[in-house]
């Protein structure tokens, strides 16, 4: 059985077999189970927790001299962790990631660099 939720996402029954379960699990109960299936190399890719959207499409926050800047970015795959950038980033932008900050245009911000590899 596959059905979509709203926002697009494909909802797919399965079952799956433990071939060597351990004494944490407890049989019969249900888990759910996120299975990626979109793997692109040589994109542009940043955590999806970093694009927001409003009624003109998806942006993210930028810094440039130390201020936050909105940029409006076209979004292409993603999985359950990052989205790929089509267009509106180039490598060189140090995207805003908040966590729990509220960004907004124009705040003063210090770079924390974290390289992910």
């Known amino acids: 059985m596959t059905s979509r939720d709203a926002g697009q996402t494909s909802n797919v029954g399965m079952e799956i077999k433990l071939d060597a379960p351990d004494d944490d699990i407890i049989l019969g109960l249900e888990a759910k189970a996120v299975i990626d299936t979109v793997s692109i190399d040589n994109v542009l890719q940043i955590p999806k927790g970093a694009v927001y959207s409003d009624t003109n499409g998806e942006y993210v926050y930028v810094l440039r001299d130390k201020k936050a800047v909105?940029?409006?970015?076209?979004?292409?795959?993603?999985?359950?962790?990052?989205?790929?950038?089509?267009?509106?980033?180039?490598?060189?932008?140090?995207?805003?990631?908040?966590?729990e900050t509220e960004i907004t245009e124009g705040m003063e911000l210090e770079a924390n660099k974290s390289e992910d590899k």
């Open 70 to 99: 909105k940029v409006d970015v076209e979004v292409g795959a993603y999985n359950s962790e990052m989205i790929e950038i089509v267009s509106g980033l180039n490598e060189s932008d140090t995207v805003i990631i908040a966590g």
